[in-house]
Nanobody, 120 residues
Framework: QVQLVESGGGSVQAGGSLRLSCAAS????????MGWYRQAPGKQRELVAT???????NYADSVKGRFTISRDNAKNMVYLQMNSLKPEDTAVYYC??????????????WGQGTQVTVSS
């Protein structure tokens, strides 16, 4: 079965940087759109950034100019470079990907999440 595993979370002071990684593994024919979402305590999950299979990106207004999403199609991985971190970025970050197991079957998958904590 397909799995998504995030890594790279941790604690950092305001203004610092972190790089999140997400690796897709299992029975994969093709990884299409990928993205990062986050959920802060007491709040609903929100979109942070997405990247299409062709490399087009989209960012939430709150992270534009600070975060960069990228992918390595050969390795089935997606990354999130987070710079100039703010306390309001504190959340559990989740990797998301739409993955085709073959030409006919495609599903949406989620990672288990990785904690990012930014202190002032």
């Amino acid at each position: 079965q397909v799995q998504l595993v995030e890594s790279g979370g941790g604690s950092v002071q305001a203004g610092g940087s972190l790089r999140l990684s997400c690796a897709a593994s299992g029975s994969i024919f093709r990884v299409n759109n990928m993205g990062w979402y986050r959920q802060a305590p007491g709040k609903q999950r929100e979109l942070v950034a997405t990247i299409t299979s062709s490399g087009s990106t989209n960012y939430a207004d709150s992270v534009k100019g600070r975060f960069t999403i990228s992918r390595d199609n050969a390795k089935n991985m997606v990354y999130l470079q987070m710079n100039s971190l703010k306390p309001e970025d504190t959340a559990v970050y989740y990797c998301n990907a739409h993955i085709w197991r073959n030409l006919w079957v495609g599903n949406d998958y989620w990672g288990q999440g990785t904690q990012v904590t930014v202190s002032s």
